[in-house]
């Protein structure tokens, strides 16, 4: 029988498991301030709608957009050129029928063809509905499922494509009988002759639809509207002091709302130079990321978190580039949990070529909101007080945000629970989804983000999603902690960690942790010593450092581990996988590979969990006899013969078993085996 967790952890001389503190601070007596903070008041937009935004960047003629292709050349349009481009755009798009309200889907893979079909759907009063373009429309993929269901969701709308996919994208219509496809390019629409005019626009009128990155089945269309999207980029002229003078680095797809909202449009509000690189060609070569910073003296950039630490481990590749990264103010790091280490190896790392310390800023925000709006400055050294969550900051201008339990009653400051927001840059709702939408808003007006955060001091400190919380015997661990734990080792390839809450049985009490990596080459290719260790040191950091044990160790290879377009985890298609039996292999391998006890065949043991009484004596009917299989941690060898001890004396007859590199029968009592050798489990029982 299995002895509790805690029971055992202490008496195998590990520290016991931390109990989740009343206080998410963890320090200091209960706050009564309720955990509610609200920016300053906004400054109201210095535009009524975006075709005025863009027709006075032209006029200003002083940034411009900067396209890099994925061979490292670069085209350089002015605003100014970007007006006639899209006047033909929506001329075109008229000439195909389309009046004000109607949808269009964008499937653009050049930069240059999306935000001319952009800027045509919101002159014409358009709702742009930017896709992510599938690599192939002739392999299945789940941009190409999500394509199809979104197009068919919203009523088939108009598609219009780069030149180079038109063909590909109607030959995949007539095989999978999509009836009804209206689809042009951005070249067909450009040939029309200029319409100058142009849709006047309302500030509540709807202008995008951005998709959630849903793991399975269809996402949910955010819809943001003019108002949405100019208040959000007023906010952040006003709170970050951002103007035409500066030059704005992006390498997210314009398809994201980061990519779209928070840089290219926020862009064109401001007037100043924006430079837009492709995902992957930046993620082939992290260091091309810098070189485009300081060749264009970059001011403002951003990434999520993984990409800080993804550029800090090719240092040595870039010691000899000569940058200066002087000029750099502004670098957000949003999108997933802000982990500090990472962020910091990325300053430290880029140090010598003149990038200020304090330029990293940590904030929060997602496509509800139209992309971030809370704003911190990471430190560059740890302050001794800093705690395992890191203060994504306060809130923007004309936003506000709360923390409610369970029932919706607003916790205090220190206290964790869910986070809902409130703004002029928040989600009036989700398209034709009135089930998400009651789920979402509360009765008062509040946004329900699904993120877990606590308050202090008005600071947004994000402890994770609710989806991605492990709850094992009722202790709650977040899969961001233990990712950044498993991280710090050698033996794993950094962002591609997942730790996935499963179960095994459907009908288990509890979840299980089971942790996804991609081994470093010399942990996976030198041999199963190796891999052994690698995996005893992975499942010993996180069992000391987080107080759990991990039921699954699943070595994979990286392309393995599914990701958003911006490099997010998307943990939910694990755990479906693994619940599936996708990763059964890999699991059994490394059971055997470990000799755990889940090598041994079903009908030789059954665990059995008990809650722990200290008070009562074991008790064992006369002759019963236990057998105890102890790993091969020294420890558990410990724990093993006290628990044998206990059993013998209360009556029973007890054999320990622990492994070895061969079999030995040690005396009457204790045996040595080899786990995944069945030569050895049979001179066991003969014996």
Not at 194 to 208: C, F, G, N, V, Y
Not at 336 to 360: N, S, T, Y
Not at 507 to 515: G, H, I, K, N, R
Not at 612 to 628: D, I, S
Request: charged letters at 25%.
């Amino acid at each position: 029988e299995n002895v509790p967790e805690e029971l055992g952890r202490r008496h195998a001389g590990l520290p016991e498991r931390a109990e989740p503190p009343a206080r998410a601070t963890g320090t200091g007596p209960a706050s009564t301030v309720p955990a509610l903070s609200e920016g300053p008041a906004l400054t109201e937009p210095s535009v009524a709608s975006w075709a005025q935004a863009l027709r006075r960047a032209a006029e200003r003629a002083e940034g411009d957009i900067v396209h890099v292709h994925a061979d490292g050349s670069e085209h350089r349009r002015s605003y100014a050129s970007l007006v006639p481009e899209a006047s033909r755009v929506l001329a075109g798009l008229r000439r195909a029928g389309l009046r004000p309200g109607d949808q269009v889907i964008l499937q653009c893979d050049a930069t240059e063809d999306f935000l001319a079909v952009l800027w045509g759907c919101v002159l014409g009063g358009f709702v742009a509905v930017p896709l992510t373009v599938p690599a192939s429309y002739d392999t299945a993929s789940a941009a190409l499922t999500k394509l199809e269901g979104i197009w068919r969701m919203l009523g088939r709308p108009w598609i219009v494509c780069s030149a180079g996919r038109e063909s590909a994208l109607r030959s995949l219509a007539a095989r999978q009988d999509w009836p009804g496809l209206r689809l042009t390019t951005a070249d067909a629409l450009r040939e029309a002759p200029e319409d100058h005019d142009w849709h006047p626009a309302r500030p509540d009128d709807l202008m995008l639809m951005l998709m959630t990155s849903g793991s399975t089945g269809l996402p949910k269309a955010v819809r943001l509207t003019h108002r949405n999207v100019l208040t959000r980029s007023a906010a952040t002229e006003q709170l970050n002091k951002l103007g035409a003078a500066d030059v704005s680095l992006n390498w997210i797809p314009l398809d994201h709302v980061t990519g779209v909202v928070m840089f290219h449009l926020r862009d064109v509000y401001l007037g100043c130079r924006q430079i837009h690189a492709p995902t992957s060609w930046i993620l082939q070569d992290p260091p091309r990321w810098m070189d485009l910073a300081d060749r264009h003296r970059v001011t403002v950039t951003w990434a999520p978190n993984f990409a800080f630490g993804l550029l800090a481990e090719h240092a040595d590749r870039f010691a000899d580039r000569g940058w200066d990264l002087s000029p750099m103010r502004l670098v957000m790091n949003a999108g997933e949990v802000v982990v500090a280490a990472a962020a910091r190896r990325f300053l430290h790392a880029l140090k010598p070529f003149g990038l200020p310390q304090d330029v990293m800023h940590p904030g929060w925000g997602m496509s509800e909101t139209c992309s971030v709006v809370t704003d911190a400055v990471l430190p560059g050294e740890p302050d001794g007080a800093e705690g395992p969550f890191v203060s994504c900051g306060r809130p923007y201008p004309g936003f506000a945000m709360r923390i409610v339990d369970d029932t919706g009653t607003v916790r205090a400051e220190g206290d964790a629970g869910r986070l809902q927001v409130r703004g002029t840059s928040v989600t009036g709702g989700y398209h034709d989804n009135p089930g998400a939408n009651a789920e979402a808003f509360t009765e008062d007006g509040w946004f329900d983000t699904g993120d877990l955060a606590f308050l202090r001091d008005g600071e947004l400190y994000i402890t994770g999603r609710a989806k991605d919380v492990i709850i094992v015997n009722g202790v709650n661990h977040y899969s961001h902690e233990i990712e950044a734990c498993v991280e710090e080792l050698p033996h794993v390839v950094r962002s591609f960690t997942a730790a996935v809450a499963v179960r095994s049985d459907p009908s288990a009490p509890t979840d299980e942790l089971a942790l996804f990596f991609h081994l470093a080459p010399e942990f996976s290719d030198a041999g199963a010593g190796d891999t052994a260790t690698a995996l005893r040191e992975i499942a010993g950091k996180v069992t000391r450092e987080i107080g759990v044990s991990p039921a699954y160790l699943i070595p994979v290879e990286a392309d393995a581990v599914p990701k958003t377009e911006i490099g997010k985890i998307q943990r939910t298609k694990m755990r479906k996988s693994f619940e599936a039996g996708a990763f059964d292999e890999e699991v059994r391998r490394t059971q055997l590979l470990l000799g755990t006890a889940a090598t041994v065949p079903d009908w030789f043991l059954r665990p059995v969990w008990r809650r722990a009484r200290a008070h009562r004596p074991a008790t064992v009917p006369p002759g019963r006899h236990t057998l105890v299989l102890a790993g091969g941690d020294p420890r558990v060898h410990r724990l093993a013969g006290q628990v044998a001890d206990a059993l013998r004396s209360a009556g029973g007859l007890c054999t320990v078993v622990t492994d070895g590199t061969r079999y030995a029968r040690l005396d009457a009592a204790r045996h040595r085996v080899r786990p995944a050798e069945e030569a050895d489990h049979s001179a066991l029982l003969e014996r």
